[in-house]
């Protein structure tokens, strides 16, 4: 696989040069014309967000992702290291010659890359940039493809959709667009705008450990970071077990041995159970937990919890404390005062990671966390209801459509929970937006169809590869929203909510059919 993807690589930086210079020339052509774009208030005819063609036109061109790498200055990594391997006889990302040899190339410098041919065929045949020239769908014949699909029994008595030009912002087609239903996990897509516009692509969450001045008492201080690690491979996220030994050798260097030891999770509010109850998709919220409170050494997916994850947290650390040469009292509460010492830290990765990772995983945990970041970050109470509110006023600072949304957590597991197919859409139109570039996660960490996260299991007998989409399943409710590239290379956004729905897996099947038959439609 390695082999393999090496040997690709040179191919897709060639594809990714080609289509890069292209790119400015339609970001000036459709500026001017959307400084003129009316602006209209009904709900069928709203640009959703008009500015978005910019993004929209240039990920439809040559069917380019949106997804990184990139570096500071905005060039692919891919393209940055074929320009590399330009300069040398040597290929980028390659084993090194380990030396001179006949070959010339300088010492420990990467030998010629292999070619290879195109791996992405089975995808459609497609070898060729995907052609524009056509117009995007129409809403007759969008019609015709898809509401023959939505009417099927599997999905239940009641449903909507709308499906949107994110080249143009406009709705192509609609069925009950502005119905507000029980939206499942695709409140995820809410959430995720919300904590990015907050909060921005860059904030991390912090642990750390603090040293009472006048008491001697270590305090571990939870920052609210859901993706806290005790596991012996980090895995690039914050380790409980750095912080410990960090913690252990400043406590060192003081000469303290025994300590007494405190944990504080007073950074949110409110009650920490979600009001589904114990439930294997969700955690207690705490601001200070390890692992999600997973019992099993699992990642992501239902798994028991335990049922006080600051205590869990606490007590671990303990463990960690003393295999370093610490001695410690058995944990309890406490709360960190502004005169304590810091004397160590771990911090999360870029809150833009923890967004993707919600999204492909469908990671309930950090959606609840990001809900309450978001409230803290806007001057509001930690908690379910907090981060409710928190997450409706920035979206109305965003300027999206909010008739009939309500919302009452970050997961989406609250079925009183309402969103519409319009306001779905509109959201990703805006992740997609140039003026918000930090909202791009929202649509870099949807599931890719047949590849990863909750869809890796599906589409894998069509459309794998040209769905990402985020899932939603309660009893009795299967949601689909995303986007889709169509035959002819329109970028669309779609949102399909099934209600009343009697077999999951069937509702299920039925939204993939229609996701596909979506991404196979040349409707212009």
């Not at 589904?276 to 998709?281: A, L, R, S, W």
């Not at 798994?303 to 006080?308: L, P, T, W």
């Amino acid at each position: 696989m390695v082999r393999l993807a090496n040997a690709v690589r040179p191919r897709l930086a060639r594809a990714a040069k080609a289509v890069r210079p292209r790119v400015p020339r339609l970001t000036r052509a459709v500026k001017p014309q959307l400084a003129r774009a009316p602006r209209t208030t009904t709900v069928r005819t709203w640009q959703y967000t008009a500015v978005a063609a910019t993004a929209g036109l240039a990920l439809a061109a040559g069917v380019v992702t949106v997804a990184g790498p990139w570096d500071a200055n905005g060039q692919r990594t891919a393209e940055r290291d074929r320009a590399a391997a330009l300069e040398r006889p040597g290929g980028a990302d390659h084993g090194g010659s380990g030396g001179s040899g006949s070959s010339g190339t300088e010492a420990g410098a990467p030998r010629p890359a292999p070619s290879a041919p195109s791996v992405l065929a089975g995808l459609g045949g497609v070898t060729a940039a995907v052609s524009t020239k056509k117009g995007p769908p129409t809403g007759e014949a969008l019609a015709d493809v898809l509401e023959p699909l939505l009417g099927v029994p599997a999905l239940g008595d009641a449903h909507a959709a709308a499906v949107v030009d994110m080249s143009t912002g406009k709705l192509l087609y609609g069925t009950g667009g502005d119905q507000a239903v029980t939206p499942a996990s695709t409140t995820k897509i809410a959430t995720a705008v919300a904590a990015l516009s907050a909060l921005g692509p860059d904030r991390r969450l912090t642990t750390r450990t603090a040293l009472e001045p006048d008491t001697g008492e270590l305090i571990l201080v939870g920052g609210g970071d859901p993706t806290l690690t005790a596991h012996p491979k980090a895995g690039g996220w914050a380790s409980l077990r750095t912080l410990a030994a960090d913690t252990a050798a400043a406590l060192e260097q003081r000469g303290i041995d025994k300590i007494t030891l405190s944990y504080d999770s007073t950074l949110y509010a409110g009650p920490a159970l979600h009001p589904i109850g114990v439930n294997e998709n969700l955690a207690r919220v705490s601001a200070l937990t390890v692992d999600e409170g997973r019992i099993n050494n699992s990642a992501s997916g239902p798994a028991a919890r335990v049922g006080d994850p600051a205590a869990d947290a606490a007590a671990k650390f303990a463990g960690l404390l003393k295999a370093a040469g610490i001695r410690t009292t058995a944990p309890g509460p406490s709360k960190a005062t502004s005169r304590a010492e810091t004397l160590a830290s771990v911090s999360s990765p870029p809150l833009s990671d923890l967004v993707e990772r919600m999204l492909t995983n469908s990671d309930n945990d950090i959606a609840e966390a990001l809900a309450r970041q978001t409230a803290l970050g806007t001057g509001r109470s930690a908690s379910f209801d907090g981060g409710a509110k928190a997450i409706a006023a920035q979206l109305r600072k965003l300027g999206l459509p909010l008739t009939g949304a309500a919302f009452h957590d970050g997961s989406g597991l609250n079925r009183d929970d309402r969103l519409t197919a319009n306001l779905l859409t509109a959201l990703l139109v805006k992740a997609a937006d140039p003026a918000h570039p930090g909202l791009r996660p929202v649509l870099t960490g949807l599931p890719v169809a047949g590849f990863t996260g909750t869809l890796a299991t599906r589409y894998t007998d069509g459309a794998a590869g040209l769905v990402r989409a985020k899932t939603g399943t309660l009893t009795g409710v299967n949601t689909l929203a995303g986007t889709v590239v169509d035959a002819d290379g329109h970028l669309l956004a779609f949102a399909f909510l099934a209600s009343n729905t009697a077999n999951p897996l069937e509702a299920q099947a039925a939204l993939d059919k229609t996701a596909t038959a979506l991404a196979g439609c040349g409707c212009s």
